[in-house]
């Protein structure tokens, strides 16, 4: 089996993953959570199923932008997990240290990326950060989509999707509903005969 591959990701209800800044402080409608890039960590406690779908993955690919901006929140929130960050500008001295055992810079295709985790036998993917969502889409190498939609219109920002080669048939897996009004919603990708 290939490795899996899951995206992850809040959104505004326009689309967004960040306002043009990169900044997050819509995620929870109150501007106190500028420190983390995912609605876990809300105040209250819910955590939409973000850790069971962490105990599910076993590395991420992690888009460069996203990974410098997570560097500034202090804490490394991805212990345990095999992370590549994909980059032509970063070199593997700009990566802190302590993480050097676990992130790795890689500079490729999504499909040589993913090689390199499938050879070492890691088996399911978190792939994030914007531009490298689209890439993978682009490459047909998403497996499952989950999107968190909070109920927020920011106007402007980093778009998760962009364009495409062919369109992506998808097949709806399941939609919940919280209290704090955050749509969550899973895909699968239909992937054609002639993707892998
Ligand atoms: N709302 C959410 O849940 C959420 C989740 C994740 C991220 N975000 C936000 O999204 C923003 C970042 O997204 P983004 O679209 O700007 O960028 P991104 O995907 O995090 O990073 C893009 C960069 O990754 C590198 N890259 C990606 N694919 C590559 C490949 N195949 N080969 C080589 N390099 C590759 C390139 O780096 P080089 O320029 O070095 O070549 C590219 O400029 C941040 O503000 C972050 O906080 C939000």
């Given amino acids: 089996m290939p490795t899996k591959t899951s995206v992850y990701i809040a959104t505004s209800l326009d689309g967004f993953i960040a306002r043009p800044d990169g900044s997050l402080d819509w995620l929870d409608g109150s501007g106190d959570n500028e420190t983390n890039d995912h609605p876990e960590t809300q105040s209250s406690g819910e955590d939409y199923g973000f850790k069971d779908f962490m105990d599910r993955i076993d590395s991420m690919i992690l888009g460069r932008t996203t990974f410098q901006q997570v ?13 590549i960050v994909p980059s032509s500008t970063l070199s593997p001295e700009e990566v802190p240290e302590r993480l050097q055992p676990e992130v790795k810079i890689a500079n490729g295709e999504p499909s040589e990326l993913l090689s390199l985790l499938d050879i070492e036998g890691y088996r399911h993917a978190w792939i994030d950060g914007g531009k490298t969502i689209q890439r993978f889409l682009r490459a047909g190498l998403i ?54």
Avoid: M, N
């Avoid at 560097?71 to 992370?83: D, I, N, Q, R």
């Avoid at 364009?163 to 399941?174: M, S």
């Fill in 71 to 83: 560097l500034k929140f202090g804490e490394w929130p991805y212990t345990g997990k095999h992370v």
């Fill in 143 to 196: 497996d499952e989509i989950t999107v968190s939609r909070i109920p927020v219109l920011i106007g402007a920002g980093i778009p998760l999707f962009g364009e495409l080669v062919r369109d992506v048939d998808l097949e709806h897996a399941q939609t919940s509903c919280f209290d704090s009004g955050l749509v969550q919603s899973r895909y699968r990708v239909v992937r054609s005969s002639e993707e892998h």
